[in-house]
């Protein structure tokens, strides 16, 4: 008999030893590596909230069984190992990620409206946004007690409702509204604003239906919002015509009021980024208030001589800093690209370097903590991977010494900068492709060859030109730094014009796969916060997540989730839609649905379709089988026994009514009793799967708000 203290057979200790000779293997790689493990502590956190995203709260039993099993692993193999380490803080990340996006979650919850509501409401305004591009003023506010709405809400209306009268923030007004919970996504993957809503505690949208009747006026504050307000029509009136648009947006961030044409101009081009407060502009704002305070600094010899001037003038520009993302609305770029420049000033008074992978990462570790819901959102995305490659990039070694300062001529030094914005923009659209294809179904193929003379305009010209108007404003005279800025973004908009313009400027894609999208995420990450040999391996979850992408198949009919739409696509990216007044933002979300740059056609228009005035039949050749298409079109009653009739012969009825009981296709009743459960539906008839908006969101807190709160009172 073996004694319980004594020693193992051999056969049975032989796992143990192979399990301690893979444990010490992966050490030793590790130990490679040590300087890099700290940069995926936000990777770790980031999961935690992704794992939120995907599960809801539900996922936190199946997250901690596995964290607690992670640990347990850790010891078995002993904590002094460098992997049983890491296996315990990929534990904690997870878990901290989880918490943060979950806490962030309940601390938010409110009411959320679950039907249309007409009536009579009064509230105190809290915002106020002009968006002139569409003709309309953005309220938020904030509902009075005893009339049994949300406590914030949204409200459109227009200068004709409030008339003369001034309307400021702390206003108490009373109007006529139509309110509707806020909505979700039309079709699967596209755009949630009902999430957006959730975090930003709004339970209801809508608009107004008559004339403002103000309360209690108050006067106009030197608030926050009011001053960027006040700012933005500023430079819009000041401004050559047509610039002033953009020209707000680059100081203020707000891009309400440019021109629908323009912005679609900017984000073809990929030049939409410049539109979007974020690294670029604080990083203008931030030098030029350093160069700024240094040069003034030093004019005084009592200060020159006493203190470090550099550091006066780093905490200068951090508070300019921090000034300026207030008055962009603190979006989370913003606060991104705020966080980081006070990192690069506070490691340039230490002495240390001003920008590396850590600072990066501090600030992903900070913006996740705070604001975890924005880790979802391309913003979030965009911006770190735009960042993180920056800093990869020029701190590879063939980089280094391609940019290393030497003796030659300006030319020459000029070409050589220029060669190194155009490598970095290649490099960061690339990697930038599978984050706004996964988000907008769409990318500009050029954007790396256009930002090569944008950002240089925005950044030395327009930008510097506009700071110096509104200092010169304050004595009557900036008109001539305002005209030099309006001809430098007349320059921008010229070039996006004609770069969108070109053929091929823009790709279209359907919508691919969550995990695929993981997969190219993992890989990027992989190949970029590794420095041994190893971190070629993440080439493969990136080549497995470019070809899910590139095979995606488009959806061949879409249904919104109210019934009343429906699009039919060919695998060439023809589509036609059911009605002819389908508006802009429907026909939008359908065309980057499908991935197709083509121009939609009328539904009598496709082969093998016989419409009457109520009813659609749609004939579709699919794999190995014909597919009929049923739909209705208007509300008009149809006779029971010849609606059963048409349905029988149907594989899919669509209708934005309830159909009757006798209404039975061969697969599937897409009417409005199914939708309201379901939301927006894609088909992909060869496989014979539909999927739809709430496979995807109904574990999401505010879906289930929205159906279990107790109804508004009509």
């Known amino acids: 008999m073996i004694s319980f203290f004594g020693s193992l057979p051999r056969q049975y200790a032989r796992p143990n030893f192979q399990i301690a000779s893979i444990s010490m293997a992966i050490d030793r790689r590790l130990e490679r ?62 878990i901290v990620g989880f918490a943060a996006i979950s806490l962030k979650s309940a601390s938010v919850a409110g009411p959320v409206m679950q039907k249309v509501w007409t009536g009579s409401l009064y509230g105190r305004v809290d915002k106020i946004e002009y968006m002139g591009a569409r003709g309309v003023i953005r309220l938020e506010i904030a509902t009075g007690e005893g009339q049994n709405l949300p406590p914030k809400i949204r409200l459109n209306l227009t200068q004709e409702q409030i008339g003369t009268a001034s309307l400021n923030v702390g206003a108490i007004i009373q109007v ?10 039309i079709l699967p993957g596209s755009y949630d604003f009902a999430r957006r809503a959730w975090f930003q505690q709004l339970g209801a949208t809508g608009r107004a239906l008559g004339p403002v009747a103000i309360v209690k006026s108050t006067a ?14 500023h430079i819009i009136a000041q401004m050559p015509k047509g610039t002033g648009e953009i020209g707000a947006a680059l100081i203020t961030g707000d891009q309400a009021n440019i021109d629908p044409v323009d912005a679609q101009a900017m984000r073809d081009s990929g030049m939409a980024h410049l539109l979007s407060i974020s690294g670029l502009h604080v990083t203008a704002v931030v030098g030029f208030l350093f160069f700024l305070a240094g040069r003034v600094f030093a004019l005084f010899p009592m200060v020159a001589l006493r203190y470090p001037v550099p550091l006066l003038a780093a905490g200068f520009s951090a508070l300019g800093a921090v000034a300026y993302t207030l008055l962009a609305g603190a979006e989370v770029p913003t606060v991104r690209s705020c966080i980081a420049a006070l990192l690069i000033l506070l490691a340039m008074a230490l002495g240390r370097e001003a920008l590396t992978l850590r600072l990066v990462s501090a600030g992903a570790i900070i913006v996740l903590l705070f604001w975890p819901e924005a880790m979802a959102g391309p913003s979030f995305q965009l911006s770190f991977a735009a960042v993180a490659t920056i800093v990869i990039l020029h701190e590879a070694g063939w980089m280094k010494r391609w940019t290393e300062r030497r003796d030659e001529a300006l030319i020459a030094r000029a070409l050589r900068a220029i060669v190194a914005l155009i490598v970095t923009g290649i490099a960061i659209e690339f990697i930038l ?15 790396a060859f256009a930002n090569v003379m944008a950002i240089p305009l925005t950044t030395f010209l327009v930008m510097p030109a506009q700071a110096l108007a509104l200092m010169l404003d304050l004595a009557g005279i900036g008109a001539p730094a305002w005209w030099i800025a309006g001809q430098g973004i007349e320059a921008i ?41 190893a971190r070629v391996g993440g080439l493969l979850p990136v080549a497995i997540g470019m070809w899910a992408m590139l095979s995606a198949p488009r959806p061949d009919v879409l249904v919104t989730s109210d019934g009343k739409h429906l699009a039919v696509s060919e695998p ?19 065309l980057e649905s499908v991935g197709t740059l083509s121009e939609p056609v009328n539904i009598e228009q496709w082969p093998g379709t016989h419409c009457s005035p109520d009813v659609c039949v749609i004939s579709m050749r699919r794999g190995s089988r014909e597919w009929s298409i049923m739909a209705t079109r208007t509300a008009y009653a149809i006779p029971e026994l010849e609606m059963a009739a048409a349905c029988r012969r149907a594989d899919i009825v669509v209708s934005d009514r309830w159909l009757p009981v006798s209404c039975q296709p061969k697969w599937i009743k897409a009417d409005r009793g199914m939708l309201a459960e379901s939301g927006g539906l894609a088909f992909f008839l060869p496989s014979g799967t539909v999927v739809s ?6 574990h999401y807190p505010w879906v289930k708000a929205a159906r279990t709160e107790p109804p508004i009172n009509q």
Do not use: C
């Open 433 to 447: 492709a599978p984050i706004t294809l996964y988000h907008f179904h769409r990318t500009g193929m050029y954007s």
């Open 493 to 533: 908009l010229t070039l996006a014009r004609s770069v969108s313009s070109l053929q091929g400027a823009v790709m279209m894609m359907p919508a691919m796969p969550l995990w695929a999208f993981v997969m190219m995420v993992f890989g990027g990450l992989w190949i970029g916060l590794l420095k041994s040999p």
């Open 693 to 698: 908006v709430n496979d995807e969101n109904a």
């Open 572 to 590: 060439d990216g023809r589509v036609a839609l059911l009605r002819a007044r389908t508006g802009e933002y429907i026909q939008d979300m359908m």
């Open 33 to 94: 590596e040590r300087e890099q493990l700290p940069l995926w502590l936000p990777v770790g956190i980031g999961s935690g909230i992704g794992i939120w995203q995907v599960t809801g709260d539900s996922g936190l039993v199946p997250l901690l069984i596995m964290s607690v099993s992670l640990v347990l692993f850790s010891v078995a193999i002993g904590l002094r190992r460098r992997l049983a380490r890491l296996l315990v803080i990929a534990a904690i990340t997870l």
């Open 176 to 185: 006529r509204a139509r309110l509707m919970p806020p909505n979700g996504p």
């Open 220 to 233: 106009a504050s030197n608030s926050i919002p009011e001053v960027r307000n006040f700012l933005t029509q």
